[in-house]
């Protein structure tokens, strides 16, 4: 059936239309994410907060809206894969997180170019062009009229084929965007989060394909941030194979001594583009910054440690294990640099139209 604009009242009648018409159309929401007329008296911001605590307790194939989906919005409900996806059996699967601020998805041209980049180093090609994911997830987006929220793009190889080759596999390609807050909890993050030490390593760009964003490379981190949250840590530091300090589970890390800044080289995991924007801004506030290999017994000689991603954002960490940390001016100042980076396109067009 066609949809006209703003004749739609249930998201199935969405299947197969253009992003256009359903971006125009009426959405319906799950119960409880608007809040009732009697709330609306709340400040604006109680009433946000509550409303992404709601949508938290929704399980992620539960929700409303729309996924984009092989080249056209689907019902939430309706973005399935079949049982037998090599992307789930062999992890044939990268993906992307980036987030949305006021509207405009940070550093989106990135996070399109390093998705077709870590699809090619699996040996697949993403059968669209950047300028066609950077779309797709302006398009997801929409759907669900997020102004801010976090964005996941995603590319599995999917059931032509079922064994190690999957030569002929059709690759498919979707994005998802909902509102995601805060990675870490506020409270723990003021302090600075907790840390625990990792079982697992971060293997050698000769074992596994280490530069990508591939979901194989996480099975690793689920297990350690687990086993970190199950003792009651916010997440897990990973040394690398040599045995050098490397990242969190989902986050680059830095390290403060003396009022210079110290981060791993990211030659076995993520450069990660939070991270390369924070150095940016930490070499524009004229620190110095290093990138060397670290070892676990330097951990003691920092003052001060923080962790960047594109959930994560910038993180103050207190404790790594036995050792700990102060928040302080440097992990300060970078966090608020970067807040405003994020929101420089909101600043650029108050002072462009007042
Ligand atoms: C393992 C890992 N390292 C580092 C990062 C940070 O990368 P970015 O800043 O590009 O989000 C992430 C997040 O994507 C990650 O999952």
Redesign the pocket.
Known sequence: MGVQDGQVESASQYKGCSPEKVVSGKFSREAGLRAPESRRAFPVLVEIHQEIRVMADIPFDKRDGFIWFNGELLPWADAKVHVLTHGLHYASCVF???RMYGGEIF?LR??SE?LIKSAEILGFKIPYSVEEIDQACIDAVRAQKLTDGYVRPVAWRGSEMMGVSAQKNRINFAVAAWEWPSYFDPEQRKKGIRLDIAQYKRPSPETAPSMA?AAG??MI?TISKHAAENKGYADALMYDYRGYVA??????IFFIKDGVIHTPKPDC?????????VIGLAKDRGYEVIERHIKPEELSDFSECFI?????EVTPVGEIGPHKFTPGEITHNLHEDYIAAVHAHQAKAKAVNG
Do not use: M, P, S, V
Not at 247 to 252: C, D, F, H, L, V
Not at 269 to 277: A, E, H, K, P, S
Not at 308 to 312: L, R
């Open positions: 992307e997180g980036c550093k990135e996070h390093r964003k490379l996480y981190c990242e969190a589970t989902g986050a680059n995991f993520l450069d990660g583009i939070t991270r390369q924007t960047t991603g594109t959930a994560a």
